[in-house]
């Protein structure tokens, strides 16, 4: 099912059904573990992706997280923080933080749809991409600073670097 067969249907469903289309369509492995929960896996150059959506209705909150597949080890949390700060002052959409609970690096956004406020399929496939895109921009700067002993500046350096001519 394409996009444009999702838009004539998309508005008998919740967020997380227009998102469920949107994965489905892109063949990515997913479940729905609880009501308000979709969890899908992405192959990315890096690593492997953790999509998760978590829909709040009662507050018409909708928040997706994309998670990098490698936990930081503890010792090296002192080390992220202030790249953090460094790669969120490039976003212009959405942020990255580390979970409290498996020291996970993860990109976060949230939507507010409440008051007839929606959304469509071609927005949830923008956010998607969006935060894979952020996530194999800056994954090679957490490893960097983690594996590599690069200081924080010089591994988003090499993040943001880009080629200019061709060879």
């Not at 508005?11 to 729905?32: G, Q």
């Not at 992405?42 to 936990?71: I, M, P």
């Not at 923080?81 to 020291?103: M, Q, R, T």
């Not at 507010?112 to 895109?133: F, K, M, P």
Request: charged share 25%; net charge negative; with cysteine.
């Amino acid at each position: 099912m394409t996009a444009v067969a999702i838009k004539a249907d998309e508005a008998m469903f919740n967020p997380l059904d227009i998102a469920e289309m949107v994965i489905m369509d892109r063949e990515w492995v997913f479940d729905r573990p609880a009501d308000g929960e979709l969890i899908a896996e992405v192959g990315g150059t890096w690593c492997t992706y953790r999509l998760w959506f978590n829909w709040q209705e009662d507050s018409g909150g909708l928040a997706l997280s994309c998670a990098l597949e490698s936990k930081l080890p503890k010792y090296a949390l002192a080390k992220v923080y202030p790249l953090l700060a460094l790669v969120n002052e490039k976003l212009w959409l959405g942020h990255f933080d580390i979970c409290s609970e498996d020291h996970a690096v993860t990109f976060r956004h949230s939507l507010l749809l409440r008051d007839g406020a929606g959304t469509n399929a071609e927005h949830l496939q923008e956010l998607i991409d969006v935060a894979v895109e952020e996530c194999e921009r800056f994954y090679p700067a957490f490893q960097s600073v983690v594996w590599g002993g690069k200081s924080p500046e010089e591994a988003l350096v090499l993040s943001i670097f880009e080629t200019v001519a061709e060879a």
